[in-house]
Each structure stands twice: as structure tokens, then as C-alpha cells.
């Protein structure tokens, strides 16, 4: 049972331990811990399948762990978990708004699950409606929304009973300029009034402009943590060698070099990651010397960002 103490949970929103979730024998998440600080905007960044809706799932209390724990809004999510839902508002990855009901009534609905004051959950449901852009649109029912406004209409039905921390999967996934720009700024405003936010993306340009702390995750598991800029600075120090040998080789062989951080192969050629030119470039020459290859082609172009990033997500492959 949660203490009295407990009830506003300290410094941390969010505080995951060892999390993990495994479907058919196939860790989705395989020991996932961090700490989100109140206030803090965190983003969980990586490639499809890397288990990201999966943690939000388990933080959110929609899937139980198989494995560790997580507290939010200093609630243990399993043990307490209608404490915890009374503090965070979600958005989930797919839509969950009552298609034959109008914006309006979905918010009312809402706001009787919540059990909040009618009067009260109606000045509020306006309040957000107009500062999404669907005050106009708050008596057509949502079957003939559009998916920015559905989207947007999900965020006002996640944020009605005033959350401390709001979850987010994907928010602007798939959407136009005008939604992805209102949800934006609307998630910035909530930050300046304090609210936590936690969102999913594939966007490494969403992370990069929102987030305080961003964690890379593939696989199942964060590869790396730390602020978007210096998380960027690492991403953008690794740079690309493509190489072409006259014989087959193996993956695991190449990553294994000094100074390769990832190799992929792409057709006949190699696209090695490094940190370093010269040492992997040395490397490369002393393995095809060593195993008897010739080294048909080499070349050192200049990095992208989205480049850098795929090879850390994806890794050997
Ligand atoms: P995306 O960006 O595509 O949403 P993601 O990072 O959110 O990807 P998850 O949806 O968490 O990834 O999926 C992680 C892995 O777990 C995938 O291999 C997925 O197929 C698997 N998975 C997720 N949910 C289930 C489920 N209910 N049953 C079986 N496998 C699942």
C-alpha cells in the first residue's frame, strides 16, 4: 500500500526498475530502468519494434511486467495502480475516442470516468477544445474527423482531469504541419506550467526540439541516455566507411575491429559506423591482408545525422 508520503511522490515522476515484458519467448523489453524528474520532458526515441510502446504500456498500466517495477507519481503502477491513474493523463498509439459520440461527448464521458465536476469538466473541455483547434467541431461526431483532429481531441480527452505527467506514443505520428504544430505547442505550454511529459517517436528532430533527456532504445533495451544536444554531438562523432572485399565475410568479424562500432552490409558492400576513420580504415586493411581478401572498394562519405542514427539503433546486421 502506498504511505502517506508517498502520495506526491518526491522528485521523480517516473521510476522504472528492470522493467520487462517478453511475448512468445521474445523479450519486447529486457531491463529497462531510468528516472524521470518532475517537470522534465523525456523522450523515449528508436526504430520500430524497439519495445517503446511496450514500456508505455507497462508504465501506464495497461500490461503487467514480467519482470521489475515502476512507480509513477510515487505509485507502485502494479500495486496502486488507481492512485497512479489519477495523476497521468495518456495518448495512446491508436486512437480511443468513441466514433458515434461527438468531441463534447467524449470528453464528458471522460470526465465521468474521472468523476469530475460537470460544470467545472465543461469550462475546462471548452478551454481545451479552443486551444486545439476543435471548438467549432465539439458537436460532430468523431467518425468525420480527420486523424490530426482525432489525435487532438485524444490529447484535450488526456489532459481534462488536469494530469501531473502526461504520456504520449507517438503523438504526431503520420500527421499534418497544422496538428503536429498545435500539439507541439500545446505540449510546451503544459511543460511551462509544470506538467511531466513522456512521450514516444521515431523523430529524432521531435526529440531533439522537446526533450530535456532522450533515451535511445533498441532491441529491448536503452543503448543510450543523456541530453538531445550531447546525445547529438556522440551521433554526429561517428562517422561512415563503405567497404567492398572480393570474398564473403562475416558481420560479427568486421564489428569486432578496433574502432567499428557497427557494420551492415548493403548489397555487395559493407557501411561500417566509427568514431574514428583512420583507425577503422587501418583496421579494414590489416583484415583483408590477414584473411586474404582484396579490398575492392573504399570510401568515406560524409555523415548524415539520420544516417548516425540508424547505424547506433540498429546495430550489427
Ligand atoms: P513502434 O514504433 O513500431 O510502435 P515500438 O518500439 O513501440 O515500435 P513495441 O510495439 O513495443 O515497439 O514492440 C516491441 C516488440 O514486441 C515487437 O517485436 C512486437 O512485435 C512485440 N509485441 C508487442 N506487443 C505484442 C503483443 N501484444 N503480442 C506479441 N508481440 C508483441
Known amino acids: 500500500m ?45 526504430p520500430n519494434g524497439a519495445g517503446k510502446t511496450t514500456t508505455v504500456r507497462m508504465l501506464t498500466g495497461v500490461i503487467r ?7 509513477i507519481l510515487g505509485h507502485d503502477i502494479v500495486r496502486a495502480p488507481v492512485r497512479a491513474k489519477q495523476g497521468f493523463g495518456v495518448v495512446p498509439e491508436t486512437a480511443n475516442a468513441y466514433a458515434d459520440l461527438t468531441a463534447g461527448q467524449n470528453l464528458m464521458l471522460v470526465a465521468g470516468l474521472y468523476g469530475l465536476d460537470r460544470s467545472k ?32 481531441l485524444i490529447l484535450a480527452m488526456a489532459l481534462l482531469h488536469e494530469p501531473d505527467l502526461l504520456f504520449l506514443d507517438e503523438p504526431t505520428g503520420g500527421l499534418d504541419v497544422q496538428s503536429t504544430h498545435l500539439i507541439l505547442s500545446m505540449l510546451r505550454d503544459l511543460n511551462a506550467a509544470g506538467t511531466t511529459i513522456f512521450l514516444t517517436t521515431h523523430n529524432m528532430d521531435e526529440a531533439n526540439r522537446l526533450c530535456d533527456r532522450v533515451a535511445i532504445m533498441r532491441t529491448g533495451r536503452i543503448v543510450a ?7 547529438k554531438m556522440a551521433i554526429e562523432r561517428l562517422h561512415t566507411v563503405e567497404v567492398s572485399f572480393d570474398g564473403r565475410v562475416e558481420a ?22 566509427t568514431a574514428d576513420v583512420d583507425a577503422a580504415v587501418r583496421a579494414l586493411v590489416g583484415f583483408a591482408g590477414a584473411e586474404g581478401l582484396r579490398i575492392v572498394r573504399l570510401n568515406t562519405p560524409a555523415p548524415t545525422l539520420d544516417e548516425a542514427f540508424l547505424r547506433l539503433t540498429e546495430g550489427t546486421g
Open 2 to 46: 502506498d504511505g502517506v508520503q508517498e502520495r506526491d511522490g518526491g522528485e521523480y515522476a517516473i521510476e522504472a526498475a528492470g522493467l520487462r515484458k517478453t511475448f512468445n519467448g521474445v523479450a519486447a523489453v529486457d531491463g529497462v530502468s531510468f528516472s524521470v524528474r518532475r517537470g522534465e520532458v523525456f523522450g523515449f526515441l528508436g
Open 121 to 152: 469538466a465543461e469550462r475546462r473541455a471548452e478551454a481545451l477544445l479552443s486551444a486545439l483547434g476543435l471548438f467549432e467541431r465539439q458537436d460532430d461526431r468523431v467518425q468525420g474527423f480527420s486523424k490530426g483532429m482525432k489525435q487532438r
Open 225 to 231: 541516455l543523456d541530453a538531445p544536444e550531447r546525445l
Open 252 to 273: 560479427g568479424a568486421l564489428a569486432a575491429l578496433a574502432g567499428i562500432v557497427s557494420a551492415d552490409r548493403e548489397g555487395d558492400r559493407w557501411v561500417i559506423a
Open 65 to 71: 511486467p514480467d519482470g521489475g517495477s515502476a512507480r
